[in-house]
């Protein structure tokens, strides 16, 4: 059974910067595709930023220049800096893993292309 366990949620002023984290001990995040998505009440769960076993990164046009993707191999582990946080991106987080080593930038946010899901981290932005 794959675990994903997110973290490092919380509650930011807008403007102010989080960094959540995705583990896992039963799988290997850097032998294939992970991503980061989000869901806020009410809306559905959107692509944040993905990344490929190969280093190439895509984000959404909302956090374009503001998060980044990155992973450590040595503590298994993805993360997702976030700054410059607005009242908007307040939702549910959740990190999942593809069964492929990338996926088309037409395809790499999207929730259909990811099997393996965490069960989310909470972050609250106020204004």
């Known amino acids: 059974q794959v675990q994903l366990v997110e973290s490092g949620g919380g509650s930011v002023q807008a403007g102010g910067s989080l960094r959540l984290s995705c583990a896992s001990s039963?799988?290997?995040?850097?032998?294939?595709?992970m991503g980061w998505f989000r869901q806020a009440p009410g809306k559905e769960r959107e692509g944040v930023a993905n990344?490929?076993?190969?280093?190439?990164?895509i984000y959404a046009e909302s956090v374009k220049g503001r998060f980044t993707i990155s992973q450590n191999s040595a503590k298994n582990s993805l993360y997702l800096q976030m700054n410059s946080l607005k009242p908007e991106d307040a939702a549910m987080y959740y990190c999942?893993?593809?069964?492929?080593?990338?996926?088309?930038?037409?395809?790499?946010?999207?929730?259909?292309?990811?099997?393996?899901w965490g069960q989310g981290t909470q972050v609250t932005v106020s204004s």
């Open positions: 999942a893993a593809a069964p492929r080593r990338w996926l088309p930038s037409s395809s790499s946010l999207a929730q259909s292309e990811y099997n393996y």
């Open positions: 039963s799988y290997t995040l850097r032998n294939t595709c």
């Open positions: 990344k490929s076993v190969y280093g190439g990164t």
